[in-house]
């Protein structure tokens, strides 16, 4: 594995956002003359993070449909994990496919030790055995660079921050009048429900976007064949545009996890927590000693 210096910045995105969860905390705490809100606040986004993490691959898996497969029904697929998990000096995960036309894959699970690699069916139809390899390297250095723990705390804790917001404006937004309560500090609040979620959903993406970048690098380095993943990208990008997945809130939770944005050109562009295409292809491109065609 390399040591990047996107994992400094990941930590640092993290400490922030545990930092906006405490701040909206004493800021409505003082808002509504309830100074025990910021301890609530900090023990139920810890909490959230824990359940988030603990169940991630049962909540992915069963969102998407998942079914795991024997070593007999997908011999390929269990040889080229195996060898590649081998290379790594890792334990292998285990193989799930989902039962759906979009071209995509996710790793989940909340330690090596009970790593999940999961295919789409659409994904499986779609690459040759080459840029399938170059797909399972990126998904397995998800796991064994522990990116599950981190996107978990990320989504939890914007999730947390979005949800705290919304029940404010809608059954707080009275209280500190009616107890006599500093109207500033009740419009500070109100400022910061709205602001929080925005920047907690910004700094979730570029958390996201830095592991992306960084599974890219790291599974190119474990297979040896840079090309192969900017290969497998570029045709997964035209897959989605024809099988886009639904979007709905079961998927929303989970589609971080994904290599490739599983919603296509309709999603959201700014929030988007995948990097550009073209720019990881570059990436990759430039790995190999190729320039970008």
């Known amino acids: 594995m390399h040591q990047h210096h996107g994992r400094l910045r990941t930590a640092g995105l993290l400490a922030f956002l545990f930092a906006m969860l405490l701040l909206v905390g004493a800021v409505i705490a003082y808002a509504t003359q309830t100074p025990g809100l910021i301890f609530v606040f900090g023990l139920i986004g810890l909490v959230s993070v824990a359940y988030s993490y603990w ?15 024997t070593r007999e029904q997908a011999p390929q697929l ?20 989902a039962p759906a036309p979009t071209p995509n894959a996710f790793a989940t699970g909340r330690n090596p030790e009970n790593g999940v690699v999961c295919f789409t069916e659409g994904i499986l139809n779609l690459l040759n055995e080459r840029e399938l390899r170059g797909v399972t390297g990126h998904e397995l250095m998800h796991v064994y660079n522990r990116d599950i723990l981190i996107s978990s705390v990320a989504a939890a804790v914007a999730g947390f921050l979005t949800t705290i917001s919304q029940f404010f404006l809608l059954f707080g937004g009275g209280r500190g009048n009616n107890q006599g309560g500093n109207p ?23 958390v996201s976007r830095t592991r992306e970048y960084d599974a890219d690098a ?20 035209r897959g989605i545009s024809r099988y886009p997945l639904k979007e709905d809130p079961k998927h929303d939770a989970h589609a971080h996890m994904m290599i490739a944005n599983p919603f296509g050109a309709r999603a959201k562009k700014l929030f988007s927590t995948h990097p550009p295409m073209p720019e990881r292809i570059a990436r990759l491109e430039a790995m190999a000693g190729h320039s970008p065609s």
């Open 218 to 237: 790291d599974g190119a380095a474990l297979t040896g064949d840079p090309l192969a993943l900017a290969s497998a990208l570029d045709k997964l990008e």
């Open 184 to 206: 500033l500090a009740l419009v500070g609040a109100i400022v910061a429900v709205f602001l929080m979620p925005i920047a907690a959903s910004l700094i979730q993406m570029a």
């Open 78 to 97: 269990y040889q080229m994990v195996e060898e590649l998990a081998q290379r790594a000096q890792q334990p292998a995960p285990r193989i799930f496919i």
């Open 55 to 69: 169940n991630s691959d049962k909540i992915a898996l069963k969102a998407m449909k998942a079914y795991p497969v």
